[in-house]
């Protein structure tokens, strides 16, 4: 059973910083890629960066282009997100997902982080 261990999130003013952490535990198959989605109140689940476990190849949603920085650390399991300049439009819930090289997906259990103005 695949379990996760998300941190880093909290309340921080505008233009501030936060680290996210995701660490996974409980992997018994191949890891192709990691990432990270946010959810705002009454808004769906969006993609905010993902990360090749095996290249470390990175995308990013244009939104956080340039402020925010996904990294992973595979001896650990664990994806990070690094987030600067933040303006409330990033408030949310903060989810970390992990893809099996066979297609499966597995979701974080959520950090939130409110940003004021």
């Known amino acids: 059973q695949v379990q996760f261990v998300e941190s880093g999130g909290g309340l921080v003013q505008t233009g501030g910083s936060l680290r996210l952490s995701c660490a996974a535990s409980?992997?018994?198959?191949?890891?192709?890629?990691m990432g990270w989605y946010r959810q705002a109140p009454g808004k769906q689940r969006d993609l905010v960066a993902t990360i090749s476990r095996s290249t470390g190849i990175r995308s990013y949603a244009d939104s956080v282009k340039g402020r925010f920085t996904i990294s992973r650390d595979n001896a650990k399991n664990t994806v990070y997100l690094q987030m600067n300049s933040l303006t409330p439009e990033d408030t949310g819930v903060y989810y970390c997902?992990?893809?099996?090289?066979?297609?499966?997906?597995?979701w974080g259990q959520g950090t939130q982080v409110t940003v004021s103005s």
């Open positions: 409980g992997i018994t198959f191949s890891i192709n890629n």
């Open positions: 997902r992990l893809y099996s090289s066979s297609g499966g997906a597995y």
